[in-house]
Structure formats: C-alpha cells, structure tokens
C-alpha cells in the first residue's frame, strides 16, 4: 500500500476515502499477509490498523534489527516499511480500516477499509 498527497487531498493507493467506499483489501481470517507500506510522500505517516497487529521487520528493504509486534508504525518519508500482516485471531470479522493515524491526513482521506472474510 502507498501513501500519497497532494494539495486536494492525502490518499492510500491513489484513492482518498468516502464513508461508502468498498474495501480496498480482503482478507481471510486465518491468514497472514505482506504488506510493503510505501510513503511517496515527504513526510512521515503513521499506519495504524484496527483489531489485528502485524510484524513490522524491514525499514527501506533492510532488515529491522529486534522485530516487534505493533498496530501502528512510522513509514519514513520517501521510504518503506514491510510488515507482515496477522489474521489469525479467529474473533476478527466484518469490516474493519486501516489509516494515517496523524488525525488531519485521516480526515482528508488516507483512510481505507480491509474486511476479514
Ligand atoms: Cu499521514
């Protein structure tokens, strides 16, 4: 996934979020999932998801030195972090989102919704 911005708006994927988009992502519950989280930006965004955590290992493709598990990370300006995704928790269902977790870029769209299948 990849943040952008410009000066309309702050977007995941090139899409800025609406209450009554379709998810951009599905996911089976059960599963894990890479996820390479670009920032084409320049400046630092948190990415937060809901009700899962994820493994974040590698910051601008070189290996992070003690992984931890997390529910947000921040993606460097320019760069990337790869994270892998785990939805094994059998209690997650339905729609869920994943964001900017800076309020300001949130609220103008770098916002978008995953859901456990
Ligand atoms: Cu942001």
Redesign the pocket.
Known sequence: MT?TEDKNG?YINGKKFTPDDAPMVRAKVGSFQHWQVVNATG?L??MHIHQVHFLAYAENDKPIANPVWLDTVNVPYGGSVDVIMDFTEPVIRGMSVFH?H?LN?EDKG?MAKILFE
């Open positions: 943040f702050f400046e965004h948190p900017c800076l870029h770098m």
